[in-house]
């Protein structure tokens, strides 16, 4: 594996910590307490746009490389096929006992849970132990909508210099989040913040990423600027977890603290991937971290933990008898970690790695292309 993909997955492996040490102290009530430290904690939640811009970066290149350098493009029926093997077997395995065990739905409920739908139906009680799924129906719209804005974009970037006008058009889609955003609090309809459209900024900053990736490929700039970049990452999240983004609780924060959120969020996940996907040096600190093989592990069983971990902290609650927001904090983070690495080496071993298996198989290799010209890359007159 190479190390730029390494690292990537180091950093999955710590977004996927931070929304599990996030629900630990959520259900614990150590999330709301007093204290710099319980802010901090309360905004844990920056793992969901970092995944968000990853997916972006990931999926987005192999399209910005087909504009770019003219290779072939992906084929959207066998990327879409690829992504139902990558993210249903496991998500069906996980939620299916969940709503076995704690839910009495009808088969319309159980319907609109195995085909991620969910977020649709606002009426509906969230099941326990499925409280994080939230994110994955926004995961699989734009999984879906993906190929169409690749293929807009490749219209808009023919003429002229490619990589800038690609660039330029996917800076339409943030306004597009800020849109939402405003819609959501001025109409006052919460329902909006979990359909794709709210979080389009997340995924525009990786499809953003991905372009400089195949443009500039390594950035001596970045290199050398890598550190001070995550140190800022650090001092935005700093700013993130205090009111200026709105409450720590369920409370609906007002328009300028929605909007600040958002582009917080969206500068902290932009620092903390940039370093790494923008600037690989294997022999660099930084890489050593996050892409040295125990991290690089546990990124790429990341989705299982974060599947397994909130069914498995309630599991435990509910065992253990413990009150609401009154549980044992280290207790529940000891065993609900320990539990949930081995569900998800199990299930990574078991589903994941075969059903990837499985879409390789069936996606043969393109034949490469024929040599051309390089495109020039400073802007037309």
Known sequence: MRSRDAALDGIRAFAALGVWLLHVGSNTGVMYREGMFAWMMSRLGIAVPIFFLLSGLLLYRPWARAVIEDTPRPKPLRYLWRRVLRVMPVYWLVTGLALWAWTSFDWTG?????????????????????????????????????????????????????????????????????????ATRLLEQPQIALLLPYHLIYFACGMALAVLSVWIGHSRVVDSLAPQLLVLA????????????????????????????????????????????????????????????????????SYSFFLWHAPVITLQLKLTGAQPFAGDFVSVAVVSFVVTMLLSVGSYHLIEAPALRLSRHRSAPSRPPRARAPLPVAPAP
Do not use: C
């Open 110 to 182: 159980w319907l609109k849970w195995m085909l991620l739908l969910q977020n649709f139906f606002q009426g509906d009680p969230v099941p326990d132990g499925l409280y994080q799924m939230w994110t994955l129906p926004i995961e699989m719209s734009f999984y879906v909508v993906l190929p169409v804005l690749a293929w807009l974009l490749h219209l808009f970037a023919r003429r002229g210099n490619r990589p800038v006008r690609l660039l330029v058009g996917i800076g339409v889609l943030p306004l597009i989040s800020v849109a939402a955003v405003v």
């Open 234 to 301: 650090a001092l935005l999240y700093a700013a993130l977890s205090t009111g200026l983004a709105g409450p720590r609780t369920l409370t609906l924060p007002t328009l300028s603290q929605s909007l600040w959120r958002v582009t917080l969020e969206a500068a902290v996940a932009v620092l903390v991937v940039a370093p790494f996907a923008l600037a690989s040096r294997p022999d660099s600190l930084r890489h050593r971290v996050l892409g040295n093989p125990v991290t690089a592990y546990m990124g790429r069983i």
